[in-house]
């Protein structure tokens, strides 16, 4: 069993920057692949970013291209989601997911509970 906890959500203006952190427990977070998706208010659960479990391959999707950046930290068991240049389209609950490398959902078998960012205009 993998437990993921979110921190780092709130209430940001645009243009500005915020960053999303997610703990795991136990000792197997280096075999797992780590994933971002968020979902906002009517619409399905999209795709972020993703990070190979060595660290060494990243995904984004084009909407965050060049704004975000994902990273982790195995020996903290933390996987971070730097947000820059944030827009109000950006606003929606952000999850993090371990599982396996790639930009699809079912990928993923663990999942965090959820960070509501919100990006005022």
């Known amino acids: 069993q993998v437990q993921l906890v979110e921190s780092g959500g709130g209430l940001v203006q645009a243009g500005g920057s915020l960053r999303l952190s997610c703990a795991a427990s136990?000792?197997?977070?280096?075999?797992?692949?780590m994933g971002w998706f968020r979902q906002a208010p009517g619409k399905e659960r999209e795709f972020v970013a993703a990070?190979?479990?060595?660290?060494?391959?990243?995904l984004y999707a084009d909407s965050v291209k060049g704004r975000f950046a994902i990273s982790r930290d195995n020996a903290k068991n933390t996987v971070y989601l730097q947000m820059n240049s944030l827009r109000p389209e950006d606003t929606a609950v952000y999850y993090c997911?371990?599982?396996?490398?790639?930009?699809?959902?079912?990928?993923?078998?663990?999942w965090g509970q959820g960070t509501q960012v919100t990006v005022s205009s």
């Open positions: 997911a371990a599982g396996s490398f790639g930009s699809t959902s079912y990928r993923y078998t663990y």
């Open positions: 136990g000792r197997t977070f280096s075999n797992f692949a």
């Open positions: 990070i190979s479990w060595s660290g060494g391959s990243t």
